[in-house]
């Protein structure tokens, strides 16, 4: 029993390391918070955060009744990693997983995309990774192959 207990507890502390890589898939949903809004919402909206007020910047908190989650990584988080974040709005229903093959290598960020079926409404779709600092100069975000939007640390594309 407490080799069970010790392996689930190594587990879970592997999980919130970063991968060797240096990278790791965040989930938005752990956070009560939504990207903000952007225009034109038919582009896709990227983010290189370094700090909690960057993010502050770009996420904006969701109050809601019930159980809570926080808003944002905590702030010793900010001390050696960074968040590049690639949103889209999609035709909302049945989660769909449209950013898969996500790799990280300098300052590019490659991924699959797969757009849901259209839907009566829209949501937002995310893609967050948190990484290792310090951020190359430029952060790429290239999506099925092709150079999606180009941003520098602490900025955001569109605004």
């Known amino acids: 029993m407490r080799a069970i207990g010790l392996a689930v507890i190594l587990a879970a502390c592997a999980s919130t390391a970063l991968a060797a890589p240096g990278w790791k898939r965040l989930d938005p949903a752990a956070y009560q918070s939504f990207v903000m809004n952007w225009t034109p919402d038919s582009a896709p909206f990227c983010a290189a955060m370094r700090s909690p007020a960057e993010w502050d910047a770009v996420m904006h908190p969701a109050p809601v009744m019930g159980p809570h989650k926080p808003f944002a990584p905590p702030a010793s988080f900010w ?15 049945d989660k769909v997983e449209a950013f898969t093959d996500v790799s990280v290598k300098g300052g590019a960020v490659a991924y699959r995309f797969q757009a849901p079926p259209s839907a009566s409404f829209q949501v937002k779709s995310a893609l967050m990774l948190a990484v290792s600092k310090p951020l190359a100069g ?12 180009t941003v520098e640390p602490g900025n955001r594309s569109p605004s």
């Open 79 to 93: 001390k050696e990693h960074a968040v590049l974040l690639i949103a889209k709005v999609v035709g909302g229903g």
């Open 138 to 149: 430029k952060v790429r975000f290239i999506e099925n192959g092709k150079p999606v939007c």
